[in-house]
Every structure is written in structure tokens, then in C-alpha cells.
DNA sequence: TTAGGTATTATTGTATACACGGATGCAGAG
DNA sequence: CTCTGCATCCGTGTATACAATAATACCTAA
């Protein structure tokens, strides 16, 4: 499952920007400097170029004149991903059920029962994390690499998005209620159902994040 | 509508590369080193590092312990991209159609134009870049940048992938033909129909690649 | 005082040098 | 003949030096 080799600085460099830009630590329209980017995290400017390559590719990024301009993404972005995954988050989920093993099944279950023990303990850093981990098995294993390639950026970025969306226990809790829901339909090999599911699922972290109420 | 800067080595050798993956010029499974490819094209490593992290995150090749070892795109990959595409094609339209000013629809119109006087020549080269422009304008002018970041890379290896399809005359007739109806859909501001028609439009295109025959 | 031009600076683009790690091949011992 | 260990080589990861370009600030002249 690892690679065979360890993560190089580029690769941290990545992650590192990606979750700072994802969380606001730098503001939309912020000019940074590669220079700048080197003596913060403290390596050469290889790793951080090729980082910021990755980074612009995603558009999390711009090129200007005087340096990079951290773009991020907008509310708007952020409805605009919920509504390419309201269409083809579908695929996902019926691919996992037609290529289900029992292993897959395991590992999705878990990552449930994880969910509602943190839940207990108010811990919204791992519930954010399982968050993110629930829809990552699906897509791992929906048979699709492409569609895989396609969502789990999508859902990444959404989740970092809604970063304090699930700060409210009631949200996290209907948040994980609703997995629950989708895994029970899931483990009943009822595609149609898992979808149906999913689908609100969507809509109302649609609605959570952006005007806080439940359904 | 240009960048600000020239355009780099790295984008350069990118596109370079990208192309020769999606074309086949380079097979699946072969292996190729910087070194290689830094005297191929006659540039440092630099650009080229910077053009294989990108390629990477696309999933066109991966790395292993002996070199960069060459993915490129399957036929189920294509199927899987033509999927989506059907999913979410859709949204593109209708924001087109809802977005559209006048010279959207007169960009839009002459790519088609083209289309029709580059298959009285038989044109293919030309057929096939105006094929790849149509679907960008409608990408470009849908109003969402991330639905625009999410499907014209999906286009475009589909394009690149059924490269050969195009060559016969009628298939090429066909395609055309489709994209007048779509644009005559879009024209009348028929969003209904020009959804329909998209569609029609891109599962004609999976069978035209799959097994050469026309509905 | 203002306008224009030049010099300086700031930032990126590219090439290259160095270091590290794994794979490979050869040699020697069993 | 085979297996193991060591040395070498090959390839990548990272840092840095150098070049080019564009912005800016300053100085001078009208």
C-alpha cells in the first residue's frame, strides 16, 4: 500500500501549502515568493517550485508579476464542487457496491464506528479526518481510477472548505449519521438506496456549510 | 486572454510530453528516465522534473525504483472518463446557455463553421483541434472554473485517446454535424435540447471510438 | 515641480553540482 | 554451481549558482 519511497520534500512542501491555502492560513489574493516559501518552511527552492507547479495545476495558485498569488477556492467554487459531486459521486457508490469485498466493506464499517466513538469524545479533528477517510475508501474502491482521480480532489478541497462547518456537534453527529445510513445500504448490496443516501448526504453538507441549518 | 509571461520550458516540455504519452508515441509500461528525457528535448532537468510532477499528478505515468514508468490512458480509463462526461457535460451546457453573450455564440459558431469547411477539405489535423475548441469554449463559458479545470483535462485525453477515430470521413461528417445541433440548441438558448443533444453527441463518440460504427 | 530615463532590485526560469539510496553485477567462498 | 557480500553504477532528490526580465526608485534636466 506505501510507496516505495519515502515522501520526499516536495511532496511535504505540497501537502503543506495545499492545507494552508485550503484552511485560510493565506488569504486569497496574498502575494507569496518563492523565497519566501523557502526560508518559512526552511528547504531550497526545488522542492517548493515543484510544489507550487502541483499547486497551480489545481488553481489553488496564480502567476503575477511580483510573485504567487494564492487564489484558494470561493464559496462559489465550493457550490460548484458540491454540484459535480451530487452527479457522479453516484458512480462511486455504485461502483463500490458491484466490486464490494469483504475487506472493503471492513474498512468502511470501521471507518464509521470510528466516527461515532469520536463522536462521543467531541473530537472534531478526527471526525474531520473520517470524514475525509469514508469517502476516500469509496472512492478507492468504486473500480475507477479516473473517477477516483476526479472526486477525491474535489472532496479534499470541500472538506477543508467546511473546515469549521463541523465544529457544531449536532452537524457532526447528523454528519455521521448519515454515513451510517449510506454503509447500511452499502453492506445491503442496495445500490439505488446507497445513492439515494449519498445524495442527501451531499445536499445537507451543502446546506451545513453554508447557512448552518439542518433539515 | 494571453499570460502575462512567455511560455516556460516546463510548460513546453509538459504539453510536449503529454502529448506524446496520449498519442502512444510513448507505449504503456515503458520506462524513461529524466536524463533520457533531458536530451531528447535538449533542456536541464529542471523542466523536465517540473513537467513529470505534473504529468503525475495526472496520473499519466508513475514513478518506480527504475525510472518514470508510462501510464497513459486504458480503454476502460476512456470509458470512465466518457461516463463522467455524460454526468456532468450537462452542467457545462446549461451554463453556457444561461452565461452566453454574443461573442460566446459567435466564438462558438465559427468553430463549428470551421468544422465544416476543414471536412470539405478533409482535414483531420484541423477537424480534430476545432473538435478539442468547441468543447473548450462551452467549458470556458459555463461560468465555472471548476467545472472547466474538471472537464477539459477529461476532453482532452479523450480526444488525444480516439485520435484515430476521427480519420474516417464520416465519422468526422457525423461529429460535426452533432456540434451544429448542439450550437443550434445553445442559439435558440434551448437548454433542455442542447442537454439532449450533448448527450446524444458524447455517446455517439464512445461508439464511434469502441467499435468503429455509426447509429 | 514634473517628466523621463537609467540603474538597481526583486523574482522567476534554467542549468548544474552534489548527495543519497537502491539496483546490479562481479567475485569469492561454500 | 550457487549463494552471499561488496563495490560500482545509475537514477533521483535537493541545493545553489547563474541568467533574464520586469518593476521600482532615484536622479537629473527642463
Redesign the pocket.
Known sequence: MMD??TV???DQVFEHLETDILSGKYRRGEI????QLCSELG?????V?EALRRLFQEHLIE?T????MVLGITPKDYLDMSEIRLRIEELAVRGFVANMTEDNRKELNEAVDFQEFYLTRGDVDHLRALDGQFHEIIYAGCGSRVLQDTLAPLHKKIQQYRHNALQAPLRAKNSVQEHRAILEAITARDADLAVEKMRQHIENAIDRALNGQEK
Request: proline share 10%; aromatic share 4%.
Open positions: 516505495y519511497k520526499s520534500l516536495s507569496v515568493t518563492e523565497l528547504v531550497s527552492r526545488t522542492p517550485r502567476d508579476p511580483k510573485g504567487t
